[in-house]
């Protein structure tokens, strides 16, 4: 049986980004570390991978959650030194 811990492993994101993923998208975040490995695979789904974190940066923001706009800023930053958008992606 896999752990969440072998499945973020297995996505290479770390347990931040998977959950951006998962409250992005509505999912459990076990769910979403499956979602996010497929999303990897492409330029295209790296880019979809920064437009949820980005877009729950510009919720939490709307909210007020100064929490959440740290954890996701947080998020976002460890995303993009590790998958930055590629041109092609635009």
Known sequence: MLSLKDCLD???LDFGEVEAVAEHEHLPV???AELSHALLKTPEGVCC???M???NINQAVAEGDLDKVMRCHLAYQHLEARY???QQAH
């Open 84 to 86: 930055p958008m590629s």
């Open 53 to 55: 974190v980005l877009d």
């Open 10 to 12: 297995f996505c290479d």
């Open 30 to 32: 076990i769910v979403a």
């Open 49 to 51: 991978l920064h437009c």
